[in-house]
């Protein structure tokens, strides 16, 4: 017997492994639903997740919200389950109770920990040395759902955070595949997450950005190099003279300690001094 589901995701590099991970396990996939336009369906024939369903030839539902309208298009369906990654509206009630497996959601940390829409980011400001992904069944809170699958990997020291979330959204995608064929034959049962261990990760602020020198210099370094790619107000406060610096990128970092504050290395670049060790940052 044939699955089917609906997948509900953005052009962006997080939707793309889960899908593609359906695709390679042959589950069906109804249709993809992504935000914009009209509404109206199209077989998509671009790039990234249209592209994907193109390639399938799976017709592209595109919507400008979360509404009746866009709830009774995807009921018409019939899915045994609705897929999520990376989506950027949250699900009526009016869904959850559609499909008969319900409505899954590939989420890039370890639930309860990393609850939000940032996880990846939350990952690395906290100096987490373990992530994960998880596949939980959706419910009326915010990643709170319970658990059907769940893997653990280690934070390369250094990864830069596009980079880890799409490694962690492609594991969630193989947890996804393989799951909803043993959910839907009664093989496994998905189990409450419960409080122990819960964290938050919400949009970050610009204080969230901040890098003070009062703490370790790898952890410095593995946050600052870590979310660069993703363009926010990045920037570094010297707790001995109260500078602010604005900053692109973390380059390099060692143990040893120093003398000064901050020593300007010329062509933009700072080494400045932690607690303990020293990092070498480029200027924004």
């Not at 990760?201 to 660069?228: E, H, K, Q």
């Amino acid at each position: 017997m044939v699955m089917h589901v609906v997948f509900l995701g953005m052009e962006c590099a997080a939707s793309e492994p889960p899908l593609a991970a359906l695709f390679r396990a042959g589950i069906g996939v109804r249709a993809v639903v992504l935000p914009g336009g009209s509404g109206e369906p199209a077989t998509a024939l671009e790039a990234g997740v249209a592209g994907l369903a193109g390639a399938a030839r799976v017709p592209v539902l595109r919507v400008a919200g979360m509404g009746p309208g866009t709830v009774e298009r995807i009921a018409a369906h019939r899915p045994d389950a609705v897929v999520v990654a990376c989506f950027p509206w949250r699900l009526p009630r009016a869904l959850l109770g559609v499909p008969r497996l319900g409505c899954l959601n590939v989420h890039p940390s370890l639930l309860p920990t990393g609850r939000g829409p940032e996880p990846v980011f939350w990952t690395l400001r906290r100096g987490e040395r373990r992530t994960g992904a998880t596949v939980h069944r959706m419910d009326a809170g915010f990643d709170t759902g319970p658990i059907v699958a769940r893997a653990e990997v280690g934070v390369p020291p250094g990864v830069r955070a596009p980079a880890l979330e799409r490694r962690l959204m492609a594991l969630g995608g193989r947890l996804l595949a393989a799951s909803l064929p043993r959910l839907a034959a009664g093989e496994i049962a998905a189990t409450p997450q419960g409080e122990a261990g819960a964290s938050r990760a919400p949009l970050p602020t610009a204080d969230d950005w901040l890098v003070p020198t009062s703490l370790p210099g790898a952890w410095a370094y593995a946050f600052a190099r870590g979310v660069a790619p993703l363009g926010g107000p990045l920037a570094l406060w010297v707790g001995a003279t109260g500078e602010r610096y604005a900053l692109r990128d973390a380059l390099d970092h060692g143990p040893e300690s120093m003398a000064e504050p901050v020593v300007e290395e010329g062509d933009g670049v700072l080494r400045v001094r932690f607690r303990p060790g020293w990092v070498r940052f480029r200027l924004g």
